[in-house]
């Protein structure tokens, strides 16, 4: 009999035991979601509230993916939620990419700022300074050259192409002249003009032949190689 109460005891001191621990997981769990939803809406003071109380300021423990938060604020062109972040050691390092995709140069001075490196890759390994010549953006490729670009000039895409050739076959739907201002912008800083992308060809053959033809730019890297 008395095995038998204190196996009762046993049971119900677990249960509660469980009980607790699901009611602090889910206590948690709110905590984090309301952050998240905290500097998704701009609630600046309510996100440094709940930082104090322990929510986890990258939202990975509220169910994001790593990064997905500081992309939602970029987008949203928050920058002061993003410093929030920041100032919780949330890293911006690769969040360059995203950055130029959305367009804004504001947002992407301070990411530079702030730690976000000007060598971080999209999903087909272009870079920012990438991204914007293929974009035809001449006033992103001009912050990134400001803010610091030696370390990325060279680098290429899946495609093997850098930035100078995907100013020459890119240019989004810029118009041309916004082409030839990235590509002196490039040479002046040293771009490589000999090299070659899967297809065997250099920026100088597509400047000279076919649809991205630009007498212009054709000359420019003449004189360059």
Known sequence: MIKYILALLMF???SFTIANETEINFSSRDLHKSFV????????ERMTVLLDQG???SGVAAGMQSGELTNRLISRRDKKALDILWQHKVALTDTLPHAVEVGDTSVIKYLIRHSASV??????????????????????VETIILEDVISCIDMTDKYKRNALTWAIV?????????????????????????G?????KTA???ASEGKYRHWTIARLLRKNI
């Open 196 to 200: 070659h992308d899967r297809e065997g």
């Open 37 to 44: 939803e905290a500097a998704l809406t701009g609630n600046y």
């Open 12 to 14: 119900f001191n677990l």
């Open 170 to 194: 890119g240019g989004g739907k810029r118009p041309d002249k916004y082409r030839l201002q990235i590509v002196r912008a490039l040479l002046r800083k040293g771009i490589r003009t000999d």
């Open 204 to 206: 100088l053959d597509y």
């Open 119 to 140: 060598m971080a890759t999209n999903n087909d390994l272009m870079t920012g300074l990438i991204l914007a010549s293929k974009l035809g953006r001449i006033d992103i």
């Open 55 to 57: 929510a986890d300021p």
